[in-house]
T-cell receptor, first 111, second 114 residues
Framework: GESVGLHLPTLSVQEGDNSIINCAYSNSASDYFIWYKQESGKGPQFIIDIRSNMDKRQGQRVTVLLNKTVKHLSLQIAATQPGDSAVYFCAEKPYGNKLVFGAGTILRVKS | DTAVSQTPKYLVTQMGNDKSIKCEQNLGHDTMYWYKQDSKKFLKIMFSYNNKELIINETVPNRFSPKSPDKAHLNLHINSLELGDSAVYFC?????????????FGDGTRLSIL
């Protein structure tokens, strides 16, 4: 697949287990954060977002945690499914409408 | 119905040529963007337009010229293509410029320079 040869961090999980993908962001002025999922041959797809005045937000099977003290963001996926296999990106908004993307993490789900 | 659509999906051309990529969004959004994703999957913003006006230009060579004929369209024209321009180019849109809203992406145009 497209991930062959990519030197991104990779998380391998068993189907049905929970996944945690981590992201360190760089700008303490960032007030908005988004997680995106990118499947092979597709564009980044919005998963969940969180504003800086929150430390946790839940969606369907996903939870985002924000720790502003250490500038850390995480995405938790419950009961991971094969369809969750993709590259996951965090993005921060330091000002205006500019989004700065992290490097990406490959999630591989083993059946 | 595709929300953000780009054409073409693949573009293979020779160094020195001029090419255009088109983008249309049917979400009624005011703001549109172009991003470049390199071979390491690193995604970086190039341009942002709000209601046909340029608001972000991220130190992109002037061989790249975006054009927004109306707020639903943002095209990217590239002159004198170079090998380093090979990448996947993504168009995106968001509701407005201000505030905290997600950007919605198209499926990309894979540009390969021979």
């Amino acid at each position: 697949g497209e991930s062959v040869g990519l030197h991104l961090p990779t998380l391998s999980v068993q189907e049905g287990d929970n996944s945690i993908i981590n992201c360190a962001y760089s700008n303490s002025a960032s007030d908005y954060f988004i997680w995106y999922k990118q499947e092979s041959g597709k564009g980044p797809q919005f998963i969940i977002d969180i504003r800086s005045n929150m430390d946790k937000r839940q969606g369907q099977r996903v939870t985002v945690l924000l720790n502003k003290t250490v500038k850390h963001l995480s995405l938790q996926i419950a009961a991971t499914q094969p369809g969750d296999s993709a590259v996951y990106f965090c993005a921060e908004k330091p000002y205006g409408n500019k989004l700065v993307f992290g490097a990406g993490t490959i999630l591989r789900v083993k059946s | 119905d595709t929300a953000v659509s780009q054409t073409p999906k693949y573009l293979v051309t020779q160094m020195g040529n001029d090419k255009s990529i088109k983008c249309e969004q049917n979400l009624g959004h005011d703001t549109m963007y172009w991003y470049k994703q390199d071979s390491k999957k690193f995604l970086k913003i190039m341009f942002s337009y709000n209601n046909k006006e340029l608001i972000i230009n991220e130190t992109v060579p002037n061989r790249f010229s975006p054009k927004s004929p109306d707020k639903a369209h943002l095209n990217l024209h590239i002159n004198s293509l170079e090998l380093g321009d090979s990448a996947v180019y993504f168009c995106a849109s968001s509701l407005t410029t201000g505030g905290n809203q997600p950007q919605h992406f198209g499926d990309g145009t894979r540009l390969s320079i021979l």
